[in-house]
């Protein structure tokens, strides 16, 4: 059996994707090797954040990447007998500890407490917080992507935003689970329009991989190009999503990205018409500048409000999770700008 000591934490999760239900059993059994790996995952942690090494940090979360892809795929009848979660949420828990301890010390307390109590009035505040913050009207695409970028500087883009569009039907599915009715609904209407109402062609999952693919983006592209920053977004998104114990912070996290979609997607629609790339292809972003609208009206009036008049203090999770939301988008979109900006500085070869 190889042991966590053998290679890093990625790796080990790699290698045992190979591995018989027969190894997963004596690997779960076998108290010292989850010691091991827990001790391995602290000391990832440390490193990644602590002492900001940053090929720590691109370990850690090529490790929560896979995890979560396994976590959001379906089921495999080879795979039937192995038991893989105990050592893997063990894996996940330390790493997620280490990544939103992160997230929190990198908000102001004075952010997420100084709000209103009841429903109504939490909104209003909820939005003027959201669209007051930097990463709200980013100069990624408000200037760049609206202006000047080509062909390859959409698919570069396109790369790094399949790691939530893919799976954000799957995400609000999640969210339902054991949720009030009134939320659910609100939760269910978004995702029977994920679902596009019935219609296979207007998938939602389906038009981002038909946008895609109508710009040459595959599997291979997407695993060459992939941007930290981008997977640690991913990564956050799961996260929140799987468990229970994040749905506050879901509720706030998410709702950022339905009210700032509409004004984002604009500019991408824009420049895929600037470039005459195939109309077929913007379907995705052209549907969500429409319907992203109304889901955040919904997500705020329908879930948002209804949990903060029910309890206040809910209110402080929700604003957690939006904050958490628009410092990771800003420091995403603030690195993709920046390889975007290089990649046109790079002389072409003779």
Same mark, same amino acid.
């Given at each position: 059996?190889?042991?966590?000591?053998?290679?890093?934490?990625?790796?080990?999760?790699?290698?045992?994707?190979?591995?018989?239900?027969?190894?997963?059993?004596?690997?779960?059994?076998?108290?010292?090797?989850?010691?091991?790996?827990?001790?391995?995952?602290?000391?990832?942690?440390?490193?990644?954040?602590?002492?900001?090494?940053?090929?720590?940090?691109?370990?850690?979360?090529?490790?929560?990447?896979?995890?979560?892809?396994?976590?959001?795929?379906?089921?495999?009848?080879?795979?039937?007998?192995?038991?893989?979660? %105990?050592?893997?949420?063990?894996?996940?828990?330390?790493?997620?500890?280490?990544?939103?301890?992160?997230?929190?010390?990198?908000?102001?307390?004075?952010?997420?407490?100084?709000?209103?109590? !009841?429903? /109504?009035?939490?909104?209003?505040?909820?939005?003027?917080?959201?669209?007051?913050?930097?990463?709200?009207?980013?100069?990624?695409?408000?200037?760049?992507?609206?202006?000047?970028?080509?062909?390859?500087?959409?698919?570069?883009?396109?790369?790094?935003? !399949?790691?939530?569009?893919?799976?954000?039907?799957? *995400?609000?599915?999640?969210?339902?689970?054991? !949720?009030?009715?009134?939320?659910?609904?609100?939760?269910?209407?978004?995702?029977?329009?994920?679902?596009?109402?019935?219609? %296979?062609?207007?998938?939602?999952?389906?038009?981002?991989?038909?946008?895609?693919?109508?710009?040459?983006?595959?599997?291979?592209?997407?695993?060459?190009?992939?941007?930290?920053?981008?997977?640690?977004?991913?990564?956050?998104?799961?996260?929140?999503?799987?468990?229970?114990?994040?749905?506050?912070?879901?509720?706030?996290?998410?709702?950022? /990205?339905?009210?700032?979609?509409?004004?984002?997607?604009?500019?991408?629609?824009?420049?895929?018409?600037?470039?005459?790339?195939?109309?077929?292809? *913007?379907?995705?972003?052209?549907?969500?500048?429409?319907?992203?609208?109304?889901?955040?009206?919904?997500?705020?009036?329908?879930?948002?409000?209804?949990?903060?008049?029910?309890?206040?203090?809910?209110?402080?999770?929700?604003?957690?999770?939006?904050?958490?939301?628009?410092?990771?988008?800003?420091?995403?979109?603030?690195?993709?700008?920046?390889?975007?900006?290089?990649?046109?500085?790079? %002389?072409?070869?003779?």
């Amino acid at each position: 059996m190889i042991t966590i000591q053998d290679m890093p934490v990625a790796d080990w999760v790699a290698h045992m994707e190979r591995a018989d239900a027969s190894d997963w059993a004596k690997s779960n059994e076998n108290a010292t090797l989850r010691a091991e790996i827990v001790a391995a995952c602290a000391r990832l942690g440390e490193l990644a954040y602590r002492d900001r090494d940053e090929r720590a940090l691109a370990e850690m979360h090529l490790t929560l990447a896979l995890i979560y892809a396994k976590d959001f795929e379906s089921a495999r009848i080879e795979h039937v007998g192995r038991e893989t979660q %105990p050592i893997l949420r063990d894996i996940a828990a330390s790493l997620e500890r280490a990544m939103l301890n992160a997230e929190l010390g990198l908000i102001d307390d004075r952010q997420v407490s100084d709000y209103p109590r !009841t429903g /109504t009035k939490y909104v209003t505040w909820l939005k003027k917080l959201i669209s007051q913050h930097t990463s709200s009207v980013h100069s990624l695409y408000n200037d760049f992507i609206a202006k000047e970028a080509t062909r390859e500087d959409i698919a570069f883009y396109l790369a790094q935003e !399949t790691n939530l569009d893919p799976r954000f039907d799957d *995400i609000l599915a999640l969210m339902q689970v054991g !949720t009030e009715v009134g939320q659910k609904l609100e939760i269910a209407k978004n995702y029977f329009d994920e679902m596009g109402n019935g219609e %296979p062609a207007r998938v939602h999952s389906k038009m981002f991989s038909h946008a895609l693919g109508s710009i040459g983006v595959d599997g291979e592209f997407v695993a060459e190009n992939m941007l930290l920053d981008a997977r640690i977004s991913g990564n956050l998104s799961a996260c929140l999503s799987l468990y229970r114990r994040h749905y506050f912070k879901a509720v706030g996290y998410f709702g950022v /990205t339905e009210y700032i979609a509409p004004r984002r997607f604009k500019h991408v629609a824009e420049a895929w018409r600037r470039n005459r790339l195939p109309e077929a292809g *913007i379907a995705y972003h052209d549907e969500h500048i429409v319907i992203d609208t109304h889901h955040a009206n919904g997500w705020f009036n329908n879930v948002v409000a209804p949990l903060v008049d029910a309890d206040p203090a809910i209110g402080r999770e929700i604003a957690i999770g939006a904050v958490i939301r628009m410092n990771s988008s800003e420091r995403y979109l603030d690195k993709l700008l920046s390889v975007l900006e290089a990649r046109r500085r790079v %002389p072409v070869a003779a």
